[in-house]
């Protein structure tokens, strides 16, 4: 699987849309993007996930540039309860569903 | 639905001790699988199964064992505790691999003095 690059640390204004990047570079063919978040030390949670095109949900959208080699989480309306560490993971959609985290971005969203 | 159900919540043994993090889903994943997560870093992948009878290893398996005798049920076994084993940890279901959204319990806080 790829590696993803992220910043450590992000701040959004309450209401303001969060726009979370992610490096990929090294990113092959048949490997999706995805997106899960942790809110203080709780479970992930799995928030969108795509393979090239654009992808919206009622949580997030998700874009990815046409090379592919990095995409933005966008959150659009940022809430308090959105603060959370954010992680990008790269994977192909075969085999057994075993996901490598990094350590993500920290986002806060700053009243 | 209870979805992902981890047990206990908090545990402190001493090195040494042996004990059983228990993963319970009520969902019919047959997907299952342990993290880690030490301070400031992401989970790491421990032992994962496709389904009843079928385990593997993970990115950190030592001094983990696991087994999966039933759908629902995916028990973590520490044999020898040790202090490098304190972390916080994760178990996880899906449907059958693919791209299927995995679902997480609330985790077990595990210190080991």
């Known amino acids: 699987d790829a590696k993803t690059t992220q910043p450590p640390s992000m701040d959004c204004a309450e209401g303001r849309a969060a726009n979370l990047p992610c490096n990929h570079s090294?990113?092959?063919?048949?490997?999706?993007v995805y997106w899960y978040r942790q809110i203080h030390s709780q479970g992930p949670q799995y928030i969108i996930h795509?393979?090239?095109n654009n992808e919206t949900n009622e949580m997030a959208s998700l874009i990815i540039t046409e090379d592919r080699k990095s995409s933005t989480l966008i959150l659009p309306h940022a809430t308090l309860r959105d603060t959370a560490v954010y992680y990008c993971?790269?994977?192909?959609?075969?085999?057994?569903?075993?996901?490598?985290f990094g350590t993500g971005t920290r986002l806060t969203v700053i009243p | 639905n209870a979805g992902v159900t981890q047990t206990p919540k908090f545990q402190v043994l001493k090195t040494g001790q042996s004990m059983t993090l228990q993963c319970a889903q009520d969902m019919n994943h047959e997907y299952m699988s342990w993290y880690r997560q030490d301070p400031g870093m992401g989970l790491r992948l421990i032992h994962y199964?496709?389904?009843?009878?079928?385990?593997d290893q993970g990115e950190v398996p030592n001094g983990y064992n696991v087994s999966r005798s039933t759908t629902e049920d995916f028990p973590l076994r520490l044999l020898s505790a040790a202090p490098s084993q304190t972390s916080v940890y994760f178990c996880a279901s899906s449907l059958t691999g693919g791209y299927q959204p995995q679902h997480f319990g609330d985790g077990t806080r595990l210190s080991i003095l």
């Open positions: 795509g393979l090239k």
């Open positions: 199964s496709v389904g009843a009878g079928i385990t």
């Open positions: 090294t990113i092959s063919g048949n490997e999706y």
């Open positions: 993971i790269v994977r192909v959609q075969a085999g057994a569903n075993n996901l490598f």
